[in-house]
């Protein structure tokens, strides 16, 4: 069965920094692109960040760039999205993501919460 478990998030200080990590089983991993999403409750699931199979090609949306780092190690089965310069805006949870045929398939979520 296909599983997207995400871990690393947690409680921080603004300014702080979190590498969140999806580790993916049950697929062939290195055959897909993966993303990440986060969700504020009562708010639709914004996209993150999107890396290649290949993890040769990243895409942020703008308001994601600079902060944000997708990458994944295909040797793991694992996707991370590294967050620096965290603000309390950030707070919220964050799903990995990827679709296969015309599934997709979410991770359970990592609570991040950004508090001083």
């Known amino acids: 069965q296909v599983r997207l478990v995400e871990s690393g998030g947690g409680l921080v200080q603004p300014g702080g920094s979190l590498r969140l990590s999806c580790a993916a089983s049950?697929?062939?991993?290195?055959?897909?692109?993966m993303s990440w999403y986060r969700q504020v409750p009562g708010k639709e699931r914004d996209l993150v960040a999107t890396?290649?199979?290949?993890?040769?090609?990243?895409s942020l949306p703008a308001s994601a760039k600079g902060r944000f780092t997708i990458s994944r190690d295909n040797a793991k089965n694992t996707v991370y999205l590294q967050i620096d310069s965290l603000e309390p805006e950030d707070t919220a949870v964050y799903y990995c993501?990827?679709?296969?045929?015309?599934?997709?398939?979410w991770g359970q979520g990592t609570q991040v919460t950004v508090s001083s």
């Open positions: 049950g697929f062939t991993f290195s055959s897909y692109a």
């Open positions: 890396i290649s199979s290949d993890g040769g090609s990243t």
């Open positions: 993501r990827f679709r296969r045929w015309g599934t997709i398939y």
